[in-house]
């Protein structure tokens, strides 16, 4: 079993609509972060957070929220989409404790905004 | 501005010859580096790191060089093979105390051709 899942794989929806996107983590760390990529643009994160309680905006969080209902799930919610949020978005995990900041990162959510 | 650089967005190698994937960096509170590999439709898989402290990392096929001075890192890949076609990443993680999260750069796409 993948160690990241994320939940849908591939989500088509249509403007205004509320959508939310899960993940969830079987490796114990303690860190999860949101991304999304769009071509030629690299990854550029969201949010981030680096314990149940904590919880930080990233380079683009505007239109996003997001919970962190445990140390093993963290979901993205776009409150009202639009169609620039079009976009593969990965989740990714890290352990503090190595002091390495190696990110490990889901499949990917490919979501269509129409 | 964007502080990682992968000035390449794209790089054509023929099997079995060496890839050399190259990343610049502006800030100089970097101490950790990583290269992450993505294929199309699949979240980005770590492949090597690299400690400010050192100038080379060895794992398999695959070797980082780090030039502190320059301000420049490099992914060499010997012998490339076909599956080694994919979009690398090249991140940093600066020395910043506990509020540390990797910083990205665009990605260079590495075509291995038979």
């Known amino acids: 079993d993948a160690d990241v899942t994320q939940t849908p794989r591939n989500r088509i929806t249509k403007t205004g609509k509320r959508i939310m996107l899960e993940c969830s983590q079987t490796?114990?760390?303690?860190?999860m972060y949101w991304y999304r990529q769009d071509p030629g643009l690299g990854l550029q994160l969201i949010y981030y957070s680096f314990d149940v309680k904590d919880i930080n905006k990233g380079e683009i969080s505007d239109g996003y929220s997001v919970s962190r209902q445990a140390q093993a799930k963290f979901s993205l919610s776009l409150e009202s989409a639009i169609p620039n949020q079009t976009a593969l978005y990965f989740c990714a995990t890290s352990d503090s404790g190595t002091g390495t900041d190696t990110q490990y990162f889901g499949p990917g959510t490919r979501l269509t905004v129409l | 501005d964007q502080q990682v650089k992968q000035n390449s967005p794209s790089l054509s190698v023929q099997e079995g010859r060496i890839s050399i994937l190259n990343c610049d960096y502006t800030?100089?509170?970097?101490?950790?580096f990583l290269w992450y590999k993505k294929y199309p439709a699949e979240g980005p898989t770590f492949l090597i790191s690299?400690?400010?402290i050192k100038d080379k990392n060895e794992d398999g096929r695959f070797t980082v060089f780090l030039n502190k001075s320059a301000k420049h890192l490099s992914l060499h890949i010997v012998p490339s093979q076909p599956g080694d076609s994919a979009v690398y990443f090249c991140a940093a993680s600066p020395n910043a105390g506990n509020n540390r999260k990797l910083i990205w750069g665009l990605g260079t796409s590495l075509a291995v051709n038979p």
């Open positions: 690299i400690s400010s």
């Open positions: 490796k114990g760390h303690d860190r």
């Open positions: 800030n100089s509170m970097f101490d950790y």
